[in-house]
């Protein structure tokens, strides 16, 4: 089973398990060293979207979609809405490109194992992580993703220590053209379609609980609009540019907060409220309430998008790829 320590070393050497294996050579970021039969992972949150964080500095350790949906089991693993594996991007192939931006490459997973393009929550728990293992200062960062480079800027710690918030520049929205309709307990409602380097149909409802359990994906057509899947969010006015949402994630199902699909909600409810910094020339901002808290996403003239919030680390700990193998075979 996984089991904590108090003070571990980075990313341990590790010989090949049951889809997982790897071993990483440099200098250590913690204090101790960790055995070469066990892997060093740790436990953040934003908004409590969480994840399990695998420090993996050359790429040497290969996940599974087995391996990882394991990890995320919350009664049989670790648990978590995903995986976030660090990579400096040179080691890497996806971002070997983009290494002279952003040294590091955040390699995202679902809790099912599948690969997705990019978790906004998962930027600023990277870039918490990154911070919190002393690989970088607080104040700007770049993070490469599967849908490119992403700017972070990491606040100071407050005087009492607190972390302080991280913002992420999301990119700009790209609004598809099209009708698409999202239908979740025998009633069909009108939904926008807005990528952020990952899909998501938006739709806005009175309550939100007519969300449904969103234990099941809800139903999105026309199906060729997202051949790979897509984030469904459900949105309800809370006040003047403040409103909630419910999201079912594709690959996680319904999670206590969804980055990319709080910009996502923003984008369309500007759009919906006739506001649009292109053509007035003025940033829009809105607050955004997820299950987990609360995210600011605001939108500028050139069509950038920034999220603000929380991001922590909460736990550290090690396990044993001999687990993971047995469990797994």
């Known amino acids: 089973m996984a089991r904590g320590t108090a003070a571990l070393s980075g990313p341990a050497a590790v010989r ?16 101790r060293t960790v055995s070469t039969t066990q892997i060093a992972f740790l436990k953040g949150h934003g908004t409590e979207n969480d994840f399990v964080i695998i420090p993996d ?26 995986v976030l594996r660090v990579v400096r991007s040179a080691a ?11 040294e590091w490459f955040m390699d995202y997973r679902n809790s099912d194992g599948s690969i997705a393009e990019m978790c906004g929550n998962g930027v600023r728990v990277f870039a918490r992580y990154l911070r919190h293992a002393g690989l970088v ?26 972390p302080g918030g991280i913002t992420v520049g999301m990119g700009r929205a790209v609004l598809p053209e099209g009708e698409v309709t999202v239908t979740v307990g025998g009633r069909t409602r009108p939904a926008r379609n807005v990528n952020m380097g990952n899909p998501h149909a938006v739709t806005f409802v009175d309550h939100l609980d007519d969300a449904g359990d969103l234990y099941t994906a809800p139903g999105v057509a026309p199906a060729e609009t997202y051949p790979d899947g897509t984030n469904v969010e459900f949105v309800a006015d809370r006040g003047p540019r403040h409103v909630a949402m419910r999201v079912h994630e594709r690959g996680s199902g319904e999670t206590r907060s969804c980055g990319t699909g709080a910009c996502a909600v ?64």
């Open 266 to 329: 923003m984008v369309a409810t500007a759009r919906r409220d006739g506001l649009d910094p292109a053509v007035t020339g003025l940033p829009v901002t809105y607050t955004v309430d997820i299950p987990g808290g609360r995210l600011v996403i605001s939108e500028a003239p050139d069509g950038t998008v920034e999220m603000t919030g929380p991001a922590v680390i909460v736990a550290e700990g090690v396990f044993d790829p001999s687990w993971l193998a047995a469990a797994l075979a």
């Open 92 to 102: 890497h192939p996806e971002a070997r490109a983009m290494a002279g931006e952003a």
């Open 137 to 162: 200062e607080a104040g700007d960062l770049a993070v490469a993703t599967r849908a490119g480079i992403r700017q972070a800027h990491i606040a100071k710690d407050g005087p009492d220590g607190t």
């Open 16 to 31: 090949q398990a049951g889809g997982l294996a790897g071993e990483t050579a440099g200098p250590s970021p913690y204090h």
């Open 57 to 82: 500095y050359d790429g040497r350790i290969e996940l599974s979609p087995a391996a990882v949906a394991r990890l995320c089991d919350r009664r049989a693993g670790i648990g978590a809405d995903g």
